[in-house]
């Protein structure tokens, strides 16, 4: 979702509002929240909930309490408490939904310790938070060869200034313990800032960082997801997926978040299916469970003693095949439930006639045209004369 200031500029491409991050009108943020209370009034004698909802760089938001009582709506620029100093931030959200989203971080609201907010941002704030945030990418980078100079096994994937420019904080991806006490010594003394070093996970990292997930559409993480939850292979093998890690593994280079998205439905589709172990025994010998389709409701058997040949089953015909084996009844074989659904397959099929769904039927060449013979006049003249 695009804001007001991002418009197309005289080539025709977008210019955007250039803001990092930082747009004022906040439609164009990542993990952005609609207020769908703000059309409607309060009822008499109910006050204004004095919490609101700030967002800092990316997606950190962060709860504080309006004790001055300010008329504060998303997008205005305030600066709030911090330790030490004061931060810079955009306020996200008013009224009765920061409460809702307060219970939901479960933050308790009536603490009486909650950061408060202290003004409204005056143009000079603004221009500090400003020229701060024109400093990240430079001292990333500086950062970067400083922890490589010291040999550290860690990764520098982000730095965001506190709004009065007195603090900087790296966020850093490491798989071990690391002792950087030389390394804040010396970026402190690089930069003369105050240094905190906070460890985040790699899917935190993909979440800061953002990109474009191999469905061409934004990372969920950096958008709209809030909550990581653990990802494993066992989600992979209930969707019949390949467990190939190049193509399960997201930009964090862990599982993809989405494999939990449709989880649920495949698991309630499996519940009509026999367990895969499940063995079906027949007269020419006991059968084995190689595939299933989940969509189709199909699955494929073979014998144990013949692995290359298999046999295509419906779910009832499984489910009526173990039903017999249960009352220690064998059905003859597999062959005859298969050649019954070959008949049944039989019956579906129809005839292409105009040809529209092959997929090579641009791959033939087109026969040319022989040109047709144009015969001289002066050959007709000169027979009609000699006539």
């Known amino acids: 979702m695009g804001c007001s200031s991002c418009s197309t500029g005289k080539d025709g491409q977008p210019r955007g509002c250039k803001n990092n991050g930082t747009c004022g009108t906040d439609g164009c943020n990542k993990l952005t929240v609609f207020d769908w209370l703000a059309n409607i009034s309060l009822p008499l004698g109910h006050e204004i909930f004095d919490c609101v909802e700030v967002r800092f760089k990316n997606s950190r938001k962060e709860f504080f309490r309006n004790n001055e009582k300010l008329t504060l709506s998303i997008g205005d620029i305030v600066a709030t408490e911090s330790s030490p100093g004061h931060d810079v931030g955009i ?165 993809k978040c989405c494999l939990n998205y449709e989880l649920d439905a495949y698991l309630d589709a499996l519940q009509e299916f026999p367990k895969p172990e499940t063995k079906l025994y027949t007269e020419k010998g006991k059968a084995s469970c190689q595939k299933i389709d989940i969509f189709k409701g199909l699955l494929w058997y073979t014998y144990d003693d013949d692995s290359i040949n298999w046999h295509k089953l419906t779910v009832e015909q499984v489910s009526e095949i173990v039903q017999l084996n249960s009352k220690k009844q064998k059905v003859a074989s597999l062959e005859e439930y298969a050649s019954v659904l070959v008949e049944e397959d039989t019956k579906n099929q129809f005839e292409n006639v105009v040809g529209q769904d092959s997929l090579t039927r641009f791959d033939k060449p087109i026969a040319k045209r022989k040109p047709k013979k144009r015969r001289n006049k002066n050959f007709n003249r000169n027979k009609k004369d000699a006539k």
């Open 91 to 255: 306020v996200t959200l008013t009224g009765e939904l920061v409460k809702v989203q307060m219970k939901k971080k479960k933050v308790d609201w009536t603490n009486p310790d909650l950061p408060k907010v202290y003004r409204k941002a005056s143009q000079k704030d603004i221009d500090i938070w400003s020229t701060a945030r024109n400093r990240e990418e430079e001292i990333k980078k500086r950062s970067r060869e400083l922890a490589i100079a010291l040999g550290l096994e860690m990764k520098i994937s982000d730095v965001e200034f506190q709004g009065d420019g007195s603090k900087a904080t790296f966020y850093y991806t490491a798989e071990d313990r690391v002792d950087f006490r030389q390394l804040i010594k010396d970026m402190a003394k690089a930069f003369s800032i105050r240094i905190e070093m906070r460890q985040i996970g790699f899917r935190q990292e993909a979440a800061r960082l953002g990109g474009i997930g191999s469905c061409g559409r934004e990372l969920c993480c950096s958008t709209w997801l809030t909550d990581f939850r653990s990802v494993n292979t066992a989600a992979a093998r209930y969707q019949q997926l390949s467990l190939n890690p190049q193509k399960l593994a997201g930009q964090c280079g862990k599982l």
